[in-house]
């Protein structure tokens, strides 16, 4: 039978205040070979430079076994309700393969139609079979939305980019700053152009906004018929889903969240036209090797749980309030910002599943950059802060495009995996100078490193899925919903107050004569 549980009602955690951590100055070649931890997609954890030894790994076992983490995993799998704030199910995982024999067939089925549908439509718009309304063959393709419907698949699509397939130029319009349209249309052949609105209500003030302003200049430049250059990703009751004319209607549900849904038609439809469907596929596939992998009970043999409880020891007894991502891969240079909403909107909660409210720190402040940049801007602070902030570091051992060349006896390539290589050991060990404090490196700075072969599909899926379900298992532990987000509600009414004139709200209105509204 699952229980829900406080973290600081759980025997193990009050185990853990108790342990010193591992020092990671005193990290070896030993143990950074024995601390890593095979996982899908070719991915490898390791964790030889995370302050955790042999005592404290086997308290987080007993916190994981005690908080019933892969139970609770298998029952939202079979369509338990998980999210309690929305009363739902949470079905992302079953959008790229069934994880256990458990699962509701219906939805199942479901989610394999939809992705039939976006196969044989994408081929269409590929092939020149599906047109634009003045008869020219589709050369770009544009995502209109926001938040989930934007920051997962742009970050997915940029991670692509140089794959060697024939591509369709791709494009994003998220905010309703009118000036990110006005970038993203700027020499934009509009007749060879194919726009994707994504809202799941389909009432998405931004997004509507931004579809406004396109279908205007689209008619501005003589396209009369705008919605024969869109398609919608929504739910079936949405106004998006009965809109007269459009080229066609992919459908998600309720039980497929925003920050989720980059594996669903909200990812799926954009990636399949701008690479092929095949390579849409395969991203699943890796996503779903993940998925599998995260089933194992032992933390030793499941990366992605090892990744969740460490992150929950420095949150909970080391105190460390915040959390780097670093990939060494320019390709993933809009990941961070997806992993950012993936965690803080999932797991910055105050209350419990039952909405009683805890006593504990919830999830930290996600950010993040490309190695080798980063270097050049915040790692001062990484360094020499005065606060430790934990680092998870993505690095592969090829590079992902054709070119790079020798200089010096080494390829870019190797120089970006020797900075890579040289900050992980940096932040651990330090470096003593006693005769000139400023240049005094303490050390003791912790992180992890993801690290696969090569970023192909397959392996950015596994990434994907190693930090939702990672996401996913730290909420578990901490007893709280990761799948609703309701601390983004209250603005949006406000906003909606603002435009119908403040209606009374002195503080509002004076703001907004500031802004000029």
Request: aromatic content about 8%.
């Amino acid at each position: 039978m699952i229980t829900f549980t406080d973290l600081d009602k759980t025997g193990a955690f009050g185990l853990l205040k108790a342990f010193k951590p591992y020092d990671v100055h005193e990290v070896s070649a030993s143990r950074i070979r024995s601390c890593t931890i095979c996982e899908g997609g070719s991915l490898l954890f390791n964790y030889a430079s995370l302050p955790v030894d042999d005592m404290i790994i086997d308290t987080l076992q007993d916190l994981a076994d005690e908080q019933q983490v892969i139970d609770k995993y298998r029952a939202l799998l079979s369509g338990e309700v998980m999210n309690t704030g929305e009363k739902r199910m949470v079905l992302h995982h079953l959008t790229r393969g069934a994880v256990t024999d458990n699962v509701p067939e219906d939805k199942k089925n479901f989610y394999l139609r939809e992705l039939e549908k976006i196969k044989l439509f994408s081929e269409d718009v590929r092939n020149g079979l599906v047109r634009g309304s003045t008869g020219k063959k589709f050369e770009h393709v544009v995502q209109i939305g926001i938040g989930g419907s934007d920051l997962g698949p742009r970050a997915l699509c940029y991670a692509l980019n140089l794959l060697n397939v024939p591509k369709l130029d791709a494009r994003f319009i998220s905010n309703v700053d009118p000036d990110d349209a006005c970038a993203v249309l700027d020499g934009l052949d509009l007749e060879r152009t194919l726009f994707i609105l994504v809202s799941k209500s389909g009432t998405t003030q931004e997004t509507l906004a931004n579809r406004d302003l396109v279908f205007s200049v689209m008619k501005q430049k003589g396209i009369t018929e705008p919605q024969k250059h869109t398609v919608a990703v929504t739910s079936d009751t949405s106004p998006l889903a009965s809109v007269p004319g459009i080229l066609k209607v992919f459908f998600m549900d309720d039980y497929i969240g925003g920050r989720y849904s980059s594996t669903s038609a909200v990812g799926g439809v954009i990636l399949s036209l701008t690479y092929g469907f095949d390579v849409f596929n395969e991203l699943l596939e890796g996503a779903h090797s993940e998925d599998l992998k995260a089933l194992e009970p032992d933390l030793r043999k499941n990366g992605i749980l090892m990744d969740a409880m460490a992150g929950v020891y420095l949150r909970n007894v080391l105190n460390c309030p915040y959390s780097a991502i670093l990939p060494y891969s320019q390709a993933l240079n809009r990941l961070p910002a997806h992993f950012q909403q993936l965690d803080m909107e999932s797991n910055g909660k105050h209350v419990n599943r039952d909405g009683s409210f805890i006593k504990y720190k919830t999830g930290p402040v996600i950010f993040g950059e490309p190695g080798t940049n980063g270097q050049h801007s915040f790692y001062q602070l990484l360094h020499q802060g005065s606060d430790i902030v934990p680092m998870q570091f993505i690095g592969f051992r090829e590079k992902q495009g054709d070119l790079d060349c020798e200089i010096e006896g080494a390829t870019s390539h190797s120089k970006l995996n020797a900075n890579l290589t040289a900050q992980i050991v940096a932040f651990a060990q330090g470096k003593k100078c006693p005769e000139n404090p400023n240049k005094d490196f303490e050390g003791g700075r912790y992180s992890s490193l993801l690290v696969a072969d090569r970023l192909s599909p397959f392996t950015l899926g596994a990434i994907l899925s190693h930090f939702e379900n990672k996401v996913m298992f730290q909420g578990f532990v901490w007893n709280i919903n990761s799948f609703d987000q309701e601390g983004v509600q209250l603005g949006k009414v406000l906003a909606k107050k603002v435009l119908a004139g403040c209606e009374g709200d002195e503080n509002l209105k004076a703001y907004a004569e500031i802004l000029g509204i």
